[in-house]
Antibody, heavy 121, light 108 residues
Framework: EVQLVESGGGLVQPGGSLRLSCSAS????????MHWVRQAPGKGLEYVSA????????YYADSVKGRFTISRDNSKNTLYLQMSSLRAEDTAVYYC??????????????WGQGTLVTVSS | DIQMTQSPSSLSASVGDRVTITCRAS??????LNWYQQKPGKAPKLLIY???SLQSGVPSRFSGSGSGTDFTLTISSLQPEDFATYYC??????????FGQGTKLEIK
């Protein structure tokens, strides 16, 4: 059974830093691109960041570019999101997501339960 | 980035109704379009991928169509458990998979 378990969320002051982790199990972690998607309270889904299966390629939404860093440790089956210079508008539930390509069409087939990050003084 | 626009933003319907939600891409994305369902307090769930392929375990009352820039999600006969928020997502741009703003489906 595929499981994605996020941790590391919490309350942080504006300008502060936080590192999210996502522990993966039930699949060959090193074979799949992984993603972070966030959802501000009462709002829609925002695609935040992605990393290729070997970590060689990454993507960041403009809203987090230069402040967030995605990484992975395939030996530990763990995905990370290092967040710095946090702003109130970064307050959201952060989901760790696995993707799969079926006949060349990629989709997000498994999601974690999410971890809440609150940026407030 | 490719922009995804859903309509309507919200929709009221009754059990048994046929419902259609539309999604438009800012440029052609072929059939690289996914649909997700999200219930309050839960993570999104994949319904449709590649515009019209039904994810395993998803009821057949859900269907998707379209290609290029215009897509639809149809629920043929609404069930009580279908009241949720629905999101489209493009998977055309490698490692940049933007979502629509969501359509909230409410009980009339």
């Amino acid at each position: 059974e595929v499981q994605l378990v996020e941790s590391g969320g919490g309350l942080v002051q504006p300008g502060g830093s936080l590192r999210l982790s996502c522990s993966a199990s039930g699949f060959t972690f090193s074979s799949y691109a992984m993603h972070w998607v966030r959802q501000a309270p009462g709002k829609g889904l925002e695609y935040v960041s992605a990393i290729s299966s070997n970590g060689g390629s990454t993507y960041y939404a403009d809203s987090v570019k230069g402040r967030f860093t995605i990484s992975r440790d395939n030996s530990k089956n763990t995905l990370y999101l290092q967040m710095s210079s946090l702003r109130a508008e970064d307050t959201a539930v952060y989901y760790c997501v696995k993707s799969i390509a079926v006949a060349g069409f990629l989709n997000f087939d498994y999601w974690g339960q999410g971890t809440l990050v609150t940026v407030s003084s | 980035d490719i922009q995804m626009t859903q309509s309507p933003s919200s929709l009221s319907a009754s059990v048994g109704d046929r419902v259609t939600i539309t999604c438009r891409a800012s440029q052609s994305i072929s059939s690289y379009l996914n649909w997700y369902q999200q219930k309050p307090g839960k993570a999104p769930k994949l319904l449709i991928y590649a515009a019209s392929s039904l994810q395993s375990g998803v009821p057949s009352r859900f269907s998707g169509s379209g290609s290029g820039t215009d897509f639809t999600l149809t629920i043929s006969s609404l069930q009580p458990e279908d009241f949720a928020t629905y999101y489209c997502q493009q998977s055309y741009s490698t490692l940049s998979y933007t979502f629509g703003q969501g359509t909230k489906l409410e009980i009339k």
